[in-house]
Structures are given as structure tokens and as C-alpha cells.
């Protein structure tokens, strides 16, 4: 086992040093130049190029590459240039956390409500509640999520005035207030990985009810919940841990959509303006954490999937 993480953090290590480097190429092909875009374009150009100078995007490539190499390595990517002497993690962690509230509590109701529809289905398999889990979780899955929490802000936000329709919540508003601003787009978050994770928890559950093992525990006696737990979920549930894994690093930048329409401020959206504003330290810095943290995501569902089933280390390690 020990081999095994071994091997995985090497290979990680590796991925997120290419990663810097293609991060670091396709950053430094912006169209415009980020000087004069923080200047505008009524400053004259020797102002232009005395910024230039001083940010360093007059710099050797190999020199800013090992800027940014270091700042991965440290963690601290500098400056951010739209917010002059504002450290570019002082504005990550923030946008970070929020995304970890967000992600966390639409998990939190995910997975738990997907793994069980999925398992009770494989055991009911055929049945009208296998096809009903099943063509309920196609259609949601089908509709994008801005498009569900578009029509959640509308009929519970707008028209019922169940729930705040935007997700920016005031100045001060503790963490138990905050969850409320933050139900709806976790409700969407919901309805696209619902159907998902359910279809693949069933695929695998209807395989481990088929096998001998959980016949031969029927046969003598042992109760359903029992046979779940001890022999189906672990079984059964490693395609979904595999999807869970590669996932999560998608919840915490690829919301960008989502956290636009709910005006939620979070790491996706705060890429998205840095992209806009071509800030590139704040942009290198949050594709980078977002990058990180799909990385330790995979590692931790590749751990526990060999850790239910060793004899997938040889398969997640190569």
C-alpha cells in the first residue's frame, strides 16, 4: 500500500509540473497586453512599458516560468494586477471557501439520495422503480445547470419567495445563515448529478446482487440491510467513487455558469474575471488550485477504491 501512494504522488507531482507549464503557455498568449489593459487606453506608452517592466512580462519566458514554478511550490503567487498590493491567495481562499460550501452541500444531498436510489433500484431491478430512478435520473441529467438553477431562482426564488434567489449573502451573515443563500444552487447541483451517480451506483449494485457471494448470503438467512452493507455497497461502489473523484475538481471550477446566474462568488467565476480583467497571476493561480485540488481528489478516490478492492492498485497506479 505504501508502494502504491508512493507511486500516486510521484505521478501527481509530475502532472501538476506539466500542468504549470501549459497553464504558464497558454497564459502568456493573451491578445492585448495585460499592461495597457490596466492602464487604458488613454495612457501614454512609455507609462505602458515602465508597468510592463515592473510586473516582469518583459522577462525571459524561462524566467517567469520559474516564478511561477516557485509560487506553485510556496504557495504564493504574488500580486494580483487588477487589485494592486492584494497577495493573489488572500483573493483565492476566500473564493475557494465559498466553493467548498457550495460543492460540500450539494454533495451532502447528492450522494446520499443518488447511492441509495441506486442500490434499492438494482435490487428492485425491472421494476417501476428501477425505470423511474433510471429515465428520471436521464432527464435531469440532460437539462445543464445554469438551465436548472435558472428555473429553481424563478418558481422557488422569484415566484414562491421560498429562498433568496441570489446566492451573495450580506456583509456579516454567519455560516448557518449562509447555507440558506446557497440552497438553490446546490439544488441544481442536485438535479445533474443525481441521475449520473445513481445510474452508476445501480450498474454496480446489479452486478454484486447477481454474484454468488450475495446469493449464498441470501440463502442463508442473512437480512437485506445486512447484505448491503456487508457485501453489496463495497463491492458496488467503486465506479462511484471513481466518478465522485474526478468530479469534485469540476464542482469547484467548472460552475462558472451557475455561480453567474446566482451572483455567487465563487473560485469559477473569480477565474472567469481575472480571465477578463487578464490578470495573470490571480488566473494562473485559481486554474492551478482548481487543478490541485482535482488531483488530491482523484488520489483520494483512487486510495479508497484500492483500499475496498486491492487488486485495483495495479490498475490505478499504471
Known sequence: ML??????????????????????????????????????????????DQLAEELG?????????GRLVKGVATGDFGESYSRPGERVMDLILPALGNSAKLVVLGLLITLPLSILSGVLAAYRKDSLFDRSVVTLGLATSAIPDFVSGILLQYVIGVRLGWLPATSNAPRGTGFIGSLEFIILPALAIVLVYFGYIARVTRAGAVQAFESDYVRTAFMKGMPLRRVINRHVLRNSLQPTVAVIGTQIGFLFGGLIALE?????????????????????????????????????????????????????????AS
Do not use: C, H
Request: charge should be neutral; hydrophobic fraction near 55%; avoid cysteine.
Open 3 to 48: 508502494r502504491f501512494i508512493i507511486r500516486r504522488l510521484a505521478l501527481s507531482i509530475i502532472t501538476l509540473f506539466l500542468l504549470v507549464i501549459i497553464v504558464f503557455l497558454l497564459t502568456s498568449v493573451f491578445p492585448n497586453d495585460p499592461a495597457r489593459q490596466l492602464l487604458g487606453p488613454f495612457q501614454s506608452q512609455e507609462a505602458v
Open 57 to 65: 512580462l518583459n522577462d525571459p519566458k524561462t524566467e517567469q516560468l
Open 260 to 316: 453567474l446566474v446566482f451572483n455567487y462568488p465563487g473560485l469559477g467565476s473569480m477565474i472567469i474575471n481575472a480571465a477578463q480583467d487578464q490578470d495573470l497571476p490571480l488566473l494562473q493561480g485559481g486554474v492551478i488550485i482548481v487543478a490541485v485540488l482535482y488531483m488530491i481528489a482523484t488520489l483520494l478516490a483512487d486510495l479508497l477504491i484500492s483500499w475496498m478492492n486491492p487488486r485495483a492498485r495495479s490498475v490505478t
